[in-house]
């Protein structure tokens, strides 16, 4: 049963990013953070990373880009509010594979869908929360500015 939850507040300008990185990786997921302020939940830094897998049906993270990543993160006192990454034949829903894969239980887990589209056309872009195996999507709220 999926559960409609808390929402994701996101700016016009990370969501176009987010969406603009799914379509220029299609026909492969695209994968990425937007890190934010620890504590705030409010995404901030949009940070594309390389879909190691290069797969249309599956993503994975660099373990080293990943590493390089959270130490940065430390350094300036941010968390990855948004995990993002993009399903290209399916809908934008958590495989098992992502569920399985999802550590950060204070993120929110956004995934756009590329099926059927050639750049141009419609494509989804929803929001999850996932804890312990457990799916529970989130309203988005697109905002000019916080």
């Not at 997921?29 to 190691?52: D, H, K």
């Not at 941010?78 to 204070?106: F, K, L, M, Q």
């Amino acid at each position: 049963m999926l559960i409609l939850g808390p929402m994701l507040t996101i700016t016009q300008a990370l969501y176009d990013q987010i969406v603009a990185h799914a379509r220029e990786d299609h026909p492969d997921e695209a994968c990425g953070v937007v890190a934010g302020p620890v504590g705030a939940g409010r995404p901030e830094r949009f940070i594309p990373m390389l879909n190691a897998a290069r797969s249309p049906t599956f993503y994975e993270f660099d373990s080293q880009d990943l590493l390089k990543l959270y130490r940065e993160m430390d350094d300036r006192d941010e968390e990855p509010v948004v995990i993002y990454h993009s399903h290209t034949a399916t809908e934008a829903y958590p495989s098992r594979t992502d569920v399985a894969y999802a550590g950060e239980p204070g993120a929110h887990y956004v995934l756009v869908s590329t099926a059927d589209t050639d750049g141009a056309g419609e494509f989804q872009f929803r929001s999850f929360r996932i804890v312990e195996g457990e799916i529970t999507e989130e309203e988005v709220k697109i905002v000019e500015a916080y």
